[in-house]
């Protein structure tokens, strides 16, 4: 089985359709914020969340983490498309509630945070502490606003101090159990 989350009105073909809102006639109306998902532990092989973790809550977030944990397979594959933070369509946006970088993500890979570890870099274990385990893939596709040039010899000092040179971001985690 796949999910597509927060679906709204893009329904994807063979994906069964998640969304809290009735109006866009979901396949399966659930808040994945705060609903325990309608679907068996371990029944499900791929997730989409496109433009959907960045309008939950801290706790919002926690419970859809676990919620996707317990509901994927082992390797189920995820992908996360997220507005980036220093783009209008993310700071315009009066329902964005935080930010959502591949930062925020990688705290929830247990192994992950391990190798920070030992490096001296200490970042929060999400994972841990909620019993969940992703791995972020390190490749992010990352969609430039029309204009910017990707290959600038300063591009990343760009996209870290500047608005509108991001878009918004793609990445994949896989569920490790």
């Known amino acids: 089985m796949k999910l597509n989350i ?12 998640v969304d809290m809102q009735p109006m866009v006639h979901p396949d ?5 914020g705060k609903m325990y998902w309608p679907f068996s532990d371990n029944s499900v092989d791929e997730v989409v ?3 959907i973790l960045e309008h939950l809550t801290t706790p919002e ?5 676990q919620e996707m944990y317990r509901v994927c397979k082992a390797g189920a594959v995820v992908k996360v498309r997220l507005p980036h933070p220093r783009a209008d369509i993310f700071l315009g946006d009066p329902t964005h509630q935080r930010p ?4 925020t ?9 391990r190798k920070f570890r030992e490096q001296g870099i200490i970042l929060t274990p999400f994972g841990e502490y909620l019993g969940v385990d992703f791995y972020l893939d390190p490749a992010i596709k990352y969609h430039f606003a029309t204009g910017v040039d990707p ?3 300063d591009i ?5 101090h500047l608005n509108n040179i991001v878009q918004e971001f793609e990445l994949t985690m896989r569920v490790v159990k």
Not at 28 to 32: G, K, P
């Open 49 to 51: 969340a496109s433009h």
């Open 61 to 65: 977030l926690f419970h859809c983490m």
């Open 100 to 103: 959502v970088m591949p930062g």
């Open 6 to 17: 927060g679906s709204g009105g893009k329904p994807l073909e063979g994906y069964v359709n």
């Open 156 to 160: 990343a000092w760009q996209m870290k």
């Open 151 to 153: 290959t600038a010899p």
């Open 105 to 113: 993500l990688i705290m929830f890979s247990q192994g992950q945070i």
């Open 28 to 32: 399966v109306v659930c808040d994945i």
